[in-house]
């Protein structure tokens, strides 16, 4: 049983998979489906710290792979809220607090969709608000840019002071 799941894990993390496996699980945390890309992300990432490949081709194709995927599940919660009609009244607390913040700033407030519980209500506010497609998408993506590069800036040293 356990060489089973050894072998089944090992299909996710293997240098051919890990991009895909990146791209996916990115996909995944950004809508509301419950994921997180920043677990893969460090555990993809460190290895590639240990082994001395900083800051070359499968670092950037790491956090291009996370990005873009990451990304793509932003934009999928702004189609979504193209889609919801308009609510009389926002119950939740964050909700609320999502969609001053979003009147009062417009596209800006896409740069923090990489937050957890409120990014994703941002996305889908910028939706429902009807906010332009094209400024959703850079913000989002430099949002989601800014997140996996703090990432791997922290992950950096603390791997080199624990190893």
Known sequence: ???YLTSFFSLFFSEQNQLITMFFSGLLSSTLLLGNSE???TTLASRHIVS???LYSPLFALVTAATLGNSLGSLITY???LLLPH???ANNRYTQWALEKSKKYGVLVLLFSWLPIVGDI?????GWLRFNLWQSVIFIVIGKLLRYLFLLATLYPVLKYVL
């Not at 941002?122 to 910028?126: D, S, Y």
């Open 1 to 3: 049983m356990t060489e």
């Open 122 to 126: 941002f996305c889908g506010i910028a």
């Open 87 to 89: 609510p009389k009244k």
């Open 52 to 54: 001395n490949e900083t």
């Open 79 to 81: 189609a979504m809220g």
């Open 39 to 41: 677990i893969i992300f």
